[in-house]
């Protein structure tokens, strides 16, 4: 049935005045995105400046902020295992100019806290995985022991005696490495952290003893030697190094994890505008200048649709709750 602007053999005036105006309301999202972005960007980053994720965010801000001709800011917003950082993004306004770079810290938080101010699938909106750290069992060098199966028997030797930092109370390094002692039978004393490089430090200076931590925010320390790397975390040794096993084929049989990271936005904002920085972080991540900066860092360059990438997050979400409640960890 055809629509007619007649009314009584007349123009009806008003009713193609608002299919006009309807038309040009429609077209504004679109024409918005293409020109998008028009101002700097804000990207904010839930560790302290110098972490894992920082490194790796500043140099997919950078190559970003190239491609697009406009700056990337980095504002790091540290404290509460991510959730501050994400719920200052959950608020902002939904128009592209705010993200989020997370971990996989925001699938662990729904299971960890009973009271979170927003809802990762409500709240926010995925827009891409980027990358992903494996984490590392490192010890303090003072330690006499050279392989995973020493620092065990190490470890019951000085039961009650030994400490573990982590990167927050119910971060992925907490995690890995409560899974760790406890598989073992190990007694040793959590230390949370505002983020790895506060951590670091105090690993290096014998005020902890061990972490599980990401590769990236250790390796200088194991390569000058102040740590001693005993293990990975990953399903197959690391090609960065080759002689170090993982935890799988030591003491913990299909024992797999890593800190893996992307980007978010708040919910709501154009579809148009996501797809936009989607494209723009792909096309960085495939960029051979940001893949050689990762692999320094001993990260592994990802990449995925928002479609996927939510699927992702709801994966993880399930599993982690399963993790988190296995091991009785619970966060106010």
């Not at 306004?93 to 101010?117: C, E, F, H, M, Q």
């Not at 790895?196 to 200076?205: C, G, I, K, N, Y």
């Not at 925010?217 to 080759?242: G, N, Y």
């Not at 994890?257 to 096309?283: C, D, F, R, Y």
């Amino acid at each position: 049935m055809g629509y007619s602007f007649l009314k009584n053999g007349r123009l009806d005036r008003r009713l193609l005045l608002g299919l006009v105006m309807g038309s040009a309301l429609l077209s504004i999202p679109a024409a918005w995105a293409q020109n998008f972005p028009a101002k700097p960007i804000t990207m904010v980053v839930p560790f302290p400046p110098g972490g894992p994720t920082d490194l790796v965010a500043r140099v997919l801000a950078q190559k970003m902020a190239e491609q697009m001709g406009q700056p990337i800011v980095i504002d790091n917003k540290p404290g509460a295992n991510g959730n501050i950082a994400a719920v200052a993004v959950s608020k902002a306004p939904a128009d592209g100019y705010t993200v989020l770079y997370n971990t996989s810290s925001i699938t662990l938080s729904p299971a960890l806290y009973k009271n979170l101010s927003y809802d990762v699938q409500r709240n926010l909106a995925p827009v891409a995985l980027t990358a992903v750290v494996p984490l590392a069992l490192v010890v303090n060098a003072s330690l006499p022991v050279n392989n995973v199966r020493e620092f065990v028997a190490y470890a019951k030797a000085n039961a009650g005696k030994l400490s573990y930092g982590s990167a927050g109370n119910g971060n992925v390094t907490h995690l890995a490495a409560y899974q760790f002692a406890t598989s073992q039978g190990l007694d040793a004393t959590h230390v949370p952290y505002r983020g790895s490089a506060p951590a670091d430090v105090d690993l290096v200076a014998g005020q902890i003893q061990f972490m599980t931590d990401t590769i990236n925010s250790v390796m200088p320390f194991v390569k000058d030697k102040r740590l001693k790397l005993l293990a990975v975390t990953t399903a197959k040794r690391m090609s960065l190094f080759p002689d170090v096993p993982t935890l799988d084929e030591t003491v913990m049989p299909g024992f797999e994890a890593g800190a893996w990271q992307g980007m978010m936005v708040p919910a709501g904002t154009p579809a148009a505008v996501v797809q936009k920085l989607n494209s723009e972080a792909i096309k960085a991540l495939h960029s051979s200048q940001v893949k050689e900066k990762l692999a320094v860092q001993g990260a592994e360059p990802l990449g995925s649709t928002p479609e996927a990438y939510g699927a992702y997050i709801k994966r993880e979400l399930a599993r982690w709750a399963a993790v988190v409640k296995a091991t009785g960890v619970t966060l106010e």
